[in-house]
């Protein structure tokens, strides 16, 4: 095979970096002609040493292959990007690339000229338009990238995980239409992948082998390296009947460690599937797939068929691509349920991919440019060479041809002249269809805005030491004020008292400034006046009232809450503010929770108050 026809795949994930060399078959498929593996140990007390480690390991990897100096198709990490599945109104496809741009401007937590992002248009169930968004922030693609050309390769395309896996489950599982719900179990995240026909959505859940090794090591009080080696040597997932009766007292001690710390994933599943069928009219799925190295646990696959209640199997990326004759057949039957992402970057190759996500760092993009300009450059000095050898025939005839230059030219205006009215008319039919489009977006917004926010609310403030007593809208807070209850901040948009009027609202009445009149002139006759649009009151916090009682970390358990929100970073809350300086800093814990200390400490109670006011990032029109 000639080199230009092979291709080399990188999976950087947090734990485990693997690479293939591909090529095409005669049939038009994929012929894998090299695979190599180099694990990482993913301590998270070592995370500052992780991108060397990161460099060593693709540098290892390429020297095994023997692909230095060639390009590279490399997947990243779920965990390392911001996914986001945003609904479109169905508009002409002409539109799509402005709606896209204005929609990634309104959804991405980062300004947009410091991500480097990328989208793809999805199958929907109903007539709107689906689009995948995918983002990273530019700094931190350009230290993974950075791995990668330290090692010798040069950049060819950049994927994302989950996208990749896709790819490769539609190239293997062509025949499936049930349902299906891939899981691949990472070192620190688990992407869920729900597959239905050409639809798709994945979500990435915080729950993965280095949370299992976490719990191993917190129970034995040993450290990182020894509960991975533990992990890997003795582990398994108890099941439930007694499963464990028959083993060593100490493995079954560790089974069910691992048991628990895997628990909470299948509850994210589930309302993970739940999110999936009702903001995206999905169904259920009914067959499961397991994939990543989480998954090599013994007894892990009946773990889910118990849990989930559904069919379990393994993973396999491989089922219709041939092997070479110098790779281990037996490796990778053994460890082909993760290689998915590889399969998938391969099948770009050969133009065999449904999603084509290309997150192109600054550099690359220039390199690409370069490349693109080169043939023009090379023609420009061929044109020039030619011009000096036509400049003195031109010099001669320049009369002539001003002339005819000249009538060609008059001839062009009149016409241009004739069109330059339907082209106006155009273009002011497209700005106007442009604000129809900006505001059906805003309302489709607000529209999933609110269940947005209480699922979120409800997934991190979820507790058997707290409970909410009261959650109320606020207009007009400001998060740099002092939290003093003698000091009032932000106005509740809820009566106080319950209104039993039939038909009326139950959102306080609260004084706001009166958009400022705008002189639209004397009226012409017969044209009717139109009075401003009244003040409306905006919603720019949530107010969080509720209680807390006594636990092993005290009031912290609050402060536990309130971090795991801000860690969450939902697009639609804010807690950052601006100094005097202008820069923006982050609000303090104190600016966020009030706790009445001095109830607190109070023994005799059974639960003590505490107030929580988590600010917006975009406010919210009242009504």
Not at 283 to 300: F, K, M, S, T
Request: hydrophobic residues 45%; charged residues 20%.
């Amino acid at each position: 095979m000639a080199e230009n026809q092979t291709t080399v795949a990188l999976n950087i994930g947090s734990q485990r970096i693997s690479m293939a060399v591909f090529e095409p078959s005669k049939t038009g498929g994929l012929v894998l002609k090299g695979y190599e593996t180099v694990e990482v140990l993913a301590d998270p007390s070592t995370e500052a040493a992780r991108m060397p480690q990161t460099r060593l390991a693709v540098l290892e990897l390429a020297q095994k292959l023997k692909v230095s100096k060639q390009k590279v198709r490399y997947a990243i990490s779920g965990q390392s990007v911001f996914t986001r599945f945003v609904k479109l109104p169905p508009l002409d496809s002409s539109n799509i690339e402005q709606i896209i741009t204005f929609e990634a401007q309104q959804q991405l937590p980062f300004p947009i000229d410091t991500v480097v992002w990328d989208y793809e248009l999805l199958e929907s169930a109903g007539i709107e338009k689906e689009v995948v968004l995918v983002a990273i922030k530019s700094e931190a693609l350009d230290e993974i990238n950075s791995c990668v050309i330290a090692s010798g390769l040069t950049t060819s395309e950049i994927d994302v995980a989950p996208m990749a896996l896709y790819n490769a489950f539609q190239n293997a599982y062509a025949d499936v239409e049930e349902p299906v719900l891939l899981i691949d179990i990472g070192a620190k995240t688990s992407n869920l992948l729900y597959l239905e026909g050409k639809r798709f959505f994945t979500r990435s859940i915080p729950v993965g082998g280095v949370s299992i090794t976490t719990a191993i090591a917190k129970e034995y009080g040993v450290n990182f390296a020894e509960a991975e080696a533990q992990k890997v040597t003795n582990g398994l997932v108890a099941l439930g009947g007694g499963h464990t009766s028959h083993l060593d007292e100490a493995v079954a001690a560790m089974a069910t460690v691992i048991r628990n710390a895997l628990t909470r994933l299948p509850t994210e599943i589930a309302r993970t599937t739940n999110y999936y069928r009702s903001n995206h009219g999905g169904n259920a799925p009914r067959r499961v797939l397991l994939a990543g190295g989480g998954a090599n646990l013994p007894y892990a696959k009946e773990f889910f068929e118990e849990k989930l209640g559904l069919p379990c199997e393994y993973f396999n990326p491989m089922r219709q691509v041939m092997v070479g004759k110098t790779v281990d057949l037996d490796l990778i039957q053994k460890e082909a349920h993760m290689m998915g992402e590889l399969v998938g970057l391969g099948l770009r190759s050969i133009g065999k991919s449904s999603l084509h996500i290309d997150l192109v760092p600054a550099s690359v993009e220039e390199e690409r440019a370069a490349e693109k300009r080169r043939p023009f450059l090379i023609a420009a000095a061929a044109m020039l060479v030619a011009g000096f050898g036509a400049y003195a025939f031109w010099n001669v005839s320049a009369a002539t041809v001003a002339e005819a230059k000249l009538e060609e030219i008059t001839v062009l205006q009149s016409d241009l002249a004739a069109t330059a009215g339907p082209i106006k008319a155009l273009l002011a039919e497209e700005a106007s269809i442009s604000a129809n489009v900006k505001e059906y977006v805003a309302i489709k917004q607000a529209q999933e805005s609110w269940p947005t926010i209480l699922d979120e609310l409800r997934a991190h403030f979820s507790s058997e030491y707290t409970w909410i007593t009261d959650l109320e809208p606020l207009t007009q807070f400001d998060p740099t004020k002092k939290n003093d209850p003698k000091v009032k901040n932000g106005e509740s948009l809820v009566k106080p008292e319950f209104d039993a009027a039939y038909g009326t609202s139950q959102m306080a009445s609260v004084k706001v400034d009166a958009p400022p009149a705008v002189n639209m002139g004397r009226p012409r006759p017969g044209q009717p006046v139109v009075a401003p649009a009244p003040a409306v009151a905006t919603i720019n916090a949530i107010r969080v009232k509720g209680l807390w009682r006594e636990n092993p970390i005290k009031q912290d358990i609050v402060k536990k809450m309130v971090d795991a929100l801000i860690a969450s970073a939902n697009p639609y809350f804010s807690f950052t503010t601006k100094d005097a300086k202008g820069q923006v800093v982050p609000l303090q814990y104190e600016q966020i929770v009030r706790m009445n200390q001095a109830a607190s400490e109070a023994e005799e109670e059974y639960a003590w108050p505490f107030e929580i006011v988590i600010p917006l990032s975009q406010p919210m029109p009242s009504r």
